[in-house]
């Protein structure tokens, strides 16, 4: 079966850096975009980035753009979300998703096929 694994989380203070991992089993990795999301308490899920099968094409929410970078290494099975500067609101379990390939990516969490579990992020002041 597909699973998805994210690890990476942590408590650190403002101003520092995480990168989060997600590997995945189960299916044909270089055949899914991959998506993060992310959920604090009392919000509902929000779109992070995401990235295309081959890596080529990105997206960004408004609010993390420029701080965090998404990347993916497809031998390894692995998508990446490398997060700078971070910021006391950018805490919230963070999940990523895969969504078979098509023609464009989506930041729709309604359209993705597999979740992995979440990591837990915490940005203190």
């Known amino acids: 079966q597909v699973q998805l694994v994210e690890s990476g989380g942590g408590l650190v203070q403002a101003g520092a850096s995480l990168r989060l991992s997600c590997g995945a089993s189960?299916?044909?990795?270089?055949?899914?975009?991959m998506g993060w999301f992310r959920q604090a308490p009392g919000k509902e899920r929000e779109f992070v980035a995401v990235?295309?099968?081959?890596?080529?094409?990105?997206s960004y929410a408004t609010s993390v753009k420029g701080r965090f970078t998404i990347s993916r290494d497809n031998a390894k099975n692995t998508v990446y979300l490398q997060m700078n500067s971070l910021k006391p609101e950018d805490t919230a379990v963070y999940y990523c998703?895969?969504?078979?390939?098509?023609?464009?990516?989506?930041?729709?969490?309604?359209?993705?096929?597999?979740w992995g579990q979440g990591t837990q992020v915490t940005v203190s002041s």
């Open positions: 998703a895969a969504r078979a390939a098509r023609l464009f990516t989506s930041t729709r969490g309604d359209e993705y096929d597999y």
């Open positions: 189960g299916l044909t990795f270089s055949r899914y975009a």
């Open positions: 990235i295309s099968w081959s890596g080529g094409s990105t």
